[in-house]
């Protein structure tokens, strides 16, 4: 099974960016598609964002749209969540998660937690008023 890392989190001000990683083991990373979630204190599991296996399709939850970009390096078994303009409401632990199977794209998907596999430890990102 894939082992995943995410590492960039901190503590930032309303207004402010992070850029978070996540960083898999394993030779099959390019064949699978990669989300991330997070979750806030208090509250379920929400997906963010989706990159297909080869990062040439994108999917954001639409309260991230405009503000946050979701990249891929199979070259370096890495995914990427570029937050701009963070807000406080985007306070929570980031997690990110590999397709439960390969080569899948990202349309017809509900994006539920259980259409993933393997699950990093998460990273907190807090953003200040």
């Known amino acids: 099974q894939v082992q995943l890392v995410e590492s960039g989190g901190g503590l930032v001000q309303a207004g402010g960016s992070l850029r978070l990683s996540c960083a898999a083991s394993?030779?099959?990373?390019?064949?699978?598609?990669m989300g991330w979630f997070r979750q806030a204190p208090g509250k379920a599991r929400e997906f963010v964002a989706l990159?297909?296996?080869?990062?040439?399709?994108?999917y954001y939850t639409d309260s991230v749209k405009g503000r946050f970009t979701i990249s891929r390096d199979n070259a370096k078994n890495t995914v990427y969540l570029q937050m701009n303009s963070l807000k406080p409401e985007d306070t929570a632990v980031y997690y990110c998660?590999?397709?439960?199977?390969?080569?899948?794209?990202?349309?017809?998907?509900?994006?539920?937690?259980?259409?993933?596999?393997?699950w990093g430890q998460g990273t907190q990102v807090t953003v200040s008023s």
């Open positions: 394993g030779s099959s990373f390019s064949r699978y598609s």
């Open positions: 998660a590999t397709d439960r199977g390969p080569l899948r794209g990202v349309g017809g998907r509900t994006n539920a937690a259980y259409e993933f596999g393997s």
């Open positions: 990159i297909n296996w080869s990062g040439e399709s994108t």
